[in-house]
């Protein structure tokens, strides 16, 4: 799989225009000083205050608003998401996850922006499952 499908599905999946100011890609710094530390980022969101939550082929990495630097397995983000969206609710428009985030065990929180930007994420990850690695054209 290359970079171009990747590219597809996040036009499909709205990412880009669900995050908005907030979306990051290859060319982004932080992806680039990510991956110069050896890990495999991919894109996300990030906003003006340097938090982030990026997408990498195995995990998800993320700083917090408190400075938590962490990583979280694509696999184990996916069942975060599922298990709260079951507990908030069905159906997306009803979703308000951006006030719920994902906590983790030091009750900081994942940032995810907002609700769609929130479903974009899962459907990327969720589509890297299936197709496995990126690789650059």
């Given at each position: 799989?290359?970079?171009?499908?990747?590219?597809?599905?996040l036009?499909?999946?709205n990412?880009?225009?669900?995050?908005?100011?907030?979306?990051?890609?290859?060319?982004?710094?932080?992806?680039k000083?990510?991956?110069?530390?050896?890990?495999?980022?991919?894109?996300g969101?990030?906003?003006?205050?340097?938090?982030?939550?990026?997408?990498?082929?195995?995990?998800?990495?993320?700083?917090?608003?408190?400075?938590?630097?962490?990583?979280?397995?694509?696999?184990?983000?996916?069942?975060?998401?599922?298990?709260?969206?079951?507990?908030?609710?069905?159906?997306?428009?009803?979703?308000?996850?951006?006030?719920?985030?994902?906590?983790?065990?030091?009750?900081?929180?994942?940032?995810?922006?907002?609700?769609?930007?929130?479903?974009?994420?899962?459907?990327?990850i969720?589509?890297?499952k299936?197709?496995?690695?990126?690789?650059?054209?």
């Amino acid at each position: 799989m290359d970079l171009i499908m990747l590219r597809a599905k996040l036009k499909k999946n709205n990412l880009i225009k669900n995050a908005g100011k907030y979306f990051v890609d290859e060319t982004s710094d932080i992806i680039k000083e990510l991956n110069s530390q050896g890990k495999s980022a991919l894109l996300g969101i990030q906003n003006k205050k340097g938090v982030y939550t990026i997408i990498g082929e195995q995990c998800v990495y993320y700083l917090t608003s408190s400075g938590e630097k962490g990583e979280i397995s694509n696999k184990e983000f996916c069942e975060e998401l599922h298990e709260n969206g079951c507990r908030i609710g069905k159906g997306w428009i009803k979703f308000k996850f951006m006030y719920k985030n994902i906590v983790l065990s030091n009750h900081d929180k994942v940032w995810l922006h907002n609700a769609k930007t929130m479903f974009s994420l899962w459907s990327t990850i969720v589509w890297l499952k299936k197709n496995g690695k990126v690789h650059p054209r």
